[in-house]
């Protein structure tokens, strides 16, 4: 008898951590997608950006390609945010 209770702890001590580790992945998802929303793309378009060096047109601003524009309230009318 004491063998089973002990897998069974064992067992629940295991889906526990799971349950956790799945819960801290999906907040890091969410608030990963917050801040994707909030800088205007993909944090890994961000972070693989050269961040120094001569740009090949002195007259453009290294990135500037890559920069979008910020949402007007126009740009959102319609959508809801679901949180």
């Known amino acids: 008898v004491k063998d089973i209770s002990g897998f069974l ?6 889906l526990n951590f799971n349950l956790a580790r799945l819960r801290a ?8 997608t917050r801040l994707e929303r909030l800088v ?3 944090l890994n378009d961000l972070a693989t950006e050269p961040t120094s060096g001569p740009s090949s047109d002195p007259t453009k601003i290294q990135g ?11 740009d959102s009318e319609g959508e809801s945010d679901h949180e």
Request: hydrophobic share 20%; no cysteine.
């Open 9 to 14: 702890e064992t067992q629940s001590v295991w």
């Open 40 to 42: 205007g793309g993909s």
């Open 64 to 74: 500037e390609s890559e920069i979008k524009k910020p949402r007007t309230n126009q």
């Open 25 to 32: 992945l999906t907040d890091y998802l969410q608030y990963q």
